[in-house]
């Protein structure tokens, strides 16, 4: 249980350095494919760089996280099978690790980092109209959709692909 959250911490981390990468140093639009449709709509590319390097170092940060997140998967994966875990074993792993992430992308993300301390508004000034007067994010049901069906769904499928190899 105590890998559980560590690797639950380790991918909210991950997730976490993946966005600042994006928003703060890399800074392509391609990379906001989830944001809302009128905030797209009005993002401007950035033909500039922040800095000198500063898309080589997101660049880096993005590797960093993508590798991140993998070894999440391959540590939560093998640990399982070391220790003869069984489907329910599996699952509960898999639904939580996803389950903290997704309630933290919920609080941190959307609410703290988009709408109390306006980070992304920072970097992308254009999208302020979009976000102003609302109290929370934009996307609260595809969140939670995420979060009561998709994850769970995910979380059985990989925990039965998993519990076939103990």
């Avoid at 640990?79 to 690790?97: A, N, S, Y």
């Avoid at 609080?107 to 980070?119: G, R």
Wanted: net charge positive.
């Amino acid at each position: 249980m105590l890998l559980t959250i560590f690797l639950s911490i380790v991918f909210c981390v991950a997730i976490t350095l993946m966005m600042f990468s994006a928003v703060a140093f890399i800074q392509d639009v391609k990379f906001f494919s989830s944001a809302p449709k009128e905030a797209r709509d009005v993002l401007v590319p950035r033909d500039k760089e922040l800095f000198y390097g500063a898309r080589a170092i997101g660049w880096v940060l993005m590797i960093f996280s993508f590798l991140m997140i993998a070894g999440v998967g391959v540590i939560s994966i093998w640990d399982g099978i070391r220790c003869e875990f069984t489907f329910l074993q599996f699952f509960i792993r898999f639904v939580m690790i996803f389950s903290v992430y997704k309630i933290y992308d919920m609080i941190y993300f959307d609410y703290f980092l988009l709408m109390k301390y306006h980070f992304f508004q920072f970097y992308f000034p254009e999208v302020e109209s979009v976000y102003s007067g609302r109290k929370y994010g934009y996307n609260i049901k595809s969140q939670l959709m995420k979060l009561l069906v998709v994850f769970p769904a995910a979380s059985a499928l990989a925990a039965w692909i998993c519990a076939m190899f103990t």
